[in-house]
């Protein structure tokens, strides 16, 4: 520390950074700079080899599976947001400014923890036995004569797959939320209400505002887990539906390493585009 100490500030600041930079260029740069090279190589139907060629580009570009398979994935996206959104919000809301115990507050956030303490596919395969045919949902609508006939489209379904979804990434937009709600000075709310503000307009116009950058926090983690998966969309759809994440997943499974190489790097642009968007609208450093 007293060799750093005398050596100029901006060189000891590039010291101190440089292992971590190193970590972050072996882990994270090489690997998709790698991923970024394959994807221009040259492949047949039975191997690959270094040549320069653009034709995996050209292909998924001008694919209209490319397209539908987007739209599809975007749809997911658009709806696991929108339901992990209100969930999250008002799951938030309620612990923030319902429950007044710090010990409780710490009590019910650890209770929505619970889901995680199991791997994801245990409990997204836990609802299958549940959506089932014969499971315990169409089992109990027609004991209480609610159907005549079970319902088809519960499992292997998109619902399905929006339900597992929703399950298993509703806590990542809780948890940023919730965070900045805690942050938000009472004495704003009692302001607005002494000054003849109603609830839904402390609402709209106090408390959203301020949260605004949790909101954006938690988006970014649902976008990014729902927009590169691929497992859920498999078992939950019963290989019905499709997703990038899964075309990928099956283009490495047939050994077609140069185009998902070109999927990937695809789905990266966009995912980056879509994220850049978000911070465009929020501002969220602050909350960083």
Not at 81 to 103: K, M
Not at 267 to 273: E, F, S
């Amino acid at each position: 520390m007293h060799a750093l100490a005398r050596l100029p500030a901006a060189l000891s600041s590039w010291l101190l950074a440089a292992p971590l930079a190193l970590v972050l260029a072996f882990f994270l740069v090489l690997p998709i700079a790698t991923v970024a090279v394959v994807s221009f190589w040259t492949q047949t139907e039975f191997s690959f080899h270094p040549e320069f060629t653009l034709e995996n580009y050209d292909f998924l570009l001008t694919s209209p599976v490319t397209l539908s398979v987007y739209l599809k994935t975007f749809t997911y996206v658009a709806l696991t947001w929108f339901f992990t959104l209100t969930i999250g919000f008002t799951v938030a809301y309620f612990l923030a400014f319902h429950v007044r115990s710090l010990s409780w507050q710490i009590g019910l956030f650890l209770l929505c923890t619970i889901p995680f303490w199991t791997s994801n596919i245990i409990r997204m395969i836990s609802w299958i036995p549940f959506l089932g045919r014969n499971g315990i949902a169409n089992s109990t609508l027609m004991e209480l004569g609610l159907i005549d006939a079970p319902l088809e489209w519960l499992l292997f379904s998109d619902f399905a797959v929006v339900l597992a979804f929703v399950h298993l990434y509703t806590l990542f937009m809780v948890v940023p939320i919730f965070n900045t709600m805690m942050r938000i000075d009472r004495a704003l709310i009692e302001a607005a209400r002494d000054a003849g503000a109603s609830g839904f307009q402390i609402l709209t116009n106090v408390i959203i505002p301020l949260t605004k950058p949790g909101i954006m926090i938690g988006s970014i983690f649902v976008v990014t887990l729902v927009m590169g998966d691929f497992i859920t969309v498999r078992f939950m759809s019963g290989g019905q539906s499709a997703s990038v994440g899964r075309v990928i997943s099956n283009e490495i499974a047939l050994l077609q390493y140069p185009a998902a190489s070109a999927s990937a790097v695809l789905l990266l642009v966009v995912v980056l585009m879509m994220i850049a968007a978000m911070l465009r609208a929020v501002d969220i450093r602050k909350e960083l």
